[in-house]
Nanobody, 121 residues
Framework: QVQLVESGGGLVQAGGSLRLSCAAS????????MGWYRQAPGKQRDLVAR???????NYADSVKGRFTISRDNAKKLVYLQMDSLKPEDTAVYYC???????????????WGQGTQVTVSS
């Protein structure tokens, strides 16, 4: 069974920083892409940042220059460093991964349970 578990959310004032972490566990052969999405109340879930196994990244325009995604392939971890936070960054942040389970040749997509980030003005 594969699990993605996020940590690091919380309440922060505008202009502050938070670092989210996501750990993948279970019988995993390889992880291809890892990323972060967010969903604010009443809105759709949107991509925040994504990173490939080779380290290529892409970001939503709204977070470019403020957020940084990184990963530790050996430890199956992905991070999201969030700086200069704004109230509009308030949302539930979800970890996402495209990976291949051990014994399989199929790429499947997995989600974490989400972690709340609240930015006060």
């Amino acid at each position: 069974q594969v699990q993605l578990v996020e940590s690091g959310g919380g309440l922060v004032q505008a202009g502050g920083s938070l670092r989210l972490s996501c750990a993948a566990s279970g019988s995993i052969s390889s992880i291809i892409n890892m990323g972060w999405y967010r969903q604010a109340p009443g809105k759709q879930r949107d991509l925040v940042a994504r990173i490939t196994s080779g380290g290529s990244t892409n970001y939503a325009d709204s977070v470019k220059g403020r957020f940084t995604i990184s990963r530790d392939n050996a430890k199956k971890l992905v991070y999201l460093q969030m700086d200069s936070l704004k109230p509009e960054d308030t949302a539930v942040y979800y970890c996402n991964a495209d990976l291949i389970r051990a014994g399989s040749f199929t790429v499947r997509n997995y989600w974490g349970q989400g972690t709340q980030v609240t930015v006060s003005s």
